[in-house]
């Protein structure tokens, strides 16, 4: 995708931010044109990291998580303040990478199982009709346990072969059930199926760092099993990932992701300035710039142990983000400071950027709620002027209280559609709801009207 392109795209779900937009396509569209270049001058081009100066809810995380959406690139959001310093109870930085494996691992097993999707779709249906018919039983006949000590006495005879019209009959109920489960008549029955308990314990390593036990044992202990009782249609997901996985090389898959993961990796630092010390500021939180130290190899490019194998971070481009009320970005240590070259503020929303919200994007809210009361048999739609009406409430109540952005429309939203969400219940036919302006004034503007002095009061 060309730069272009890209912001194009972006633009279906993201109103205004510009500057942002056109760094992060140039940022995308660098990576396209590293991978056309020589090997030997490839590993001399790094990313030019991104710094999102701007309030919540402005669109910083959105804008990163759509643009990794877009070329299908492993993504993961992490808050710089979770972190901590080396030698304090917390997660180390380092685990950011492992979350971008992580990611990785689970994309690119992803895409693999599409490939053999139909193979498996197959097999699933085989074992289910396996499951539903009756089982055959062996016949057992006892046993000397001093024979079968000393390893004498009789051989085991063997099993008596069906006969070929126990064999025609099993073949004809097999057909039978396939037809019905096919048709979808056996979703309810239930089944029993052998399926791996997982491990999951984290524990804290003598420097204080969380330590994922159940992931460096996963490979090394015995898989436990246990037998699970389920309907079919629960069992069908698991079956379908159990078949699905037994044609798909798991070392394959793993050098793959390690690839994605370092060659196309996106990690949204947010949070940044939290970590941003000021030289003045006195307290509890020493931790500060031993975070930024922790995390400056980790950007400036180092390698990582993870249990799928060393992944290098030299090439991963990092984005991060943060309101910088209070800190500065000249209060990040200079060496980070200079491994973020590219730095882009995002503006407050304006009314105007409110309304567009509302109408422009694929996604937007007034969608979503028109969406949600559908099942329940309203059609509800919105009049232009109802649509400036909560904007405009919506830019005043930022002005009013704490600005909290586009997240305010939700806050909004609620407020206005409280009646018709409570008394919708699907029992009566389909109704046509439409919110007119006069609607939403007389809703919203008893909180956030032009008279409200709450602000005011001490």
Known sequence: MTPREIVNALDRYIIGQDEAKRAVAIALRNRYRRSCLPQELREEITPKNIIMLGPTGVGKTEIARRLAKLVDAPFV??????????????????SMVRDLVEESIRLTKQK?????????????EQRLVELLLPQQKKQQRPVNPLQFLLGSGQPEPEEPKPSEEEQQARRTLREQTLDRLRAGLLEKEIVELEVEESVNAMMFGASGMEVDMGGMLGD????????????????????????????????DVNREALQNAEQNGIIFLDEIDKIAGNANHMGADVSREGVQRDILPIVEGTTVATKYGPVKTDFILFIGAGAFHVAKVTDLIPELQGRFPIRVTLKDLTEDDFYAILTQPDNAITKQYAALLKPDNVNLSFT??????????AFRANEQNENIG??????????????ISFNANGQHPMIDVVVDGAYVDAHLSAEWGEDNISKYIL
Do not use: C, W
């Open 77 to 94: 959001k992490v808050e710089a303040s979770k972190y901590t310093e080396v030698g304090y109870v917390g997660r180390d930085v380092e």
């Open 112 to 124: 693999r199982m599409e490939l053999v999707k139909d193979a498996a779709a197959a097999a699933t």
């Open 220 to 251: 090394l202990l015995p898989k436990k099993k246990k037998h699970k009782r389920m309907p079919v249609e629960h069992a069908r997901s698991i079956l379908m990932q159990q078949e699905s996985e037994k044609r798909i090389d798991p070392d």
């Open 384 to 393: 232009e002027d109802a649509l400036r009406e909560i904007a405009k409430f």
């Open 406 to 419: 586009a997240r305010r429309l939700h806050t909004v939203m609620e407020n206005l559609l409280n009646d």
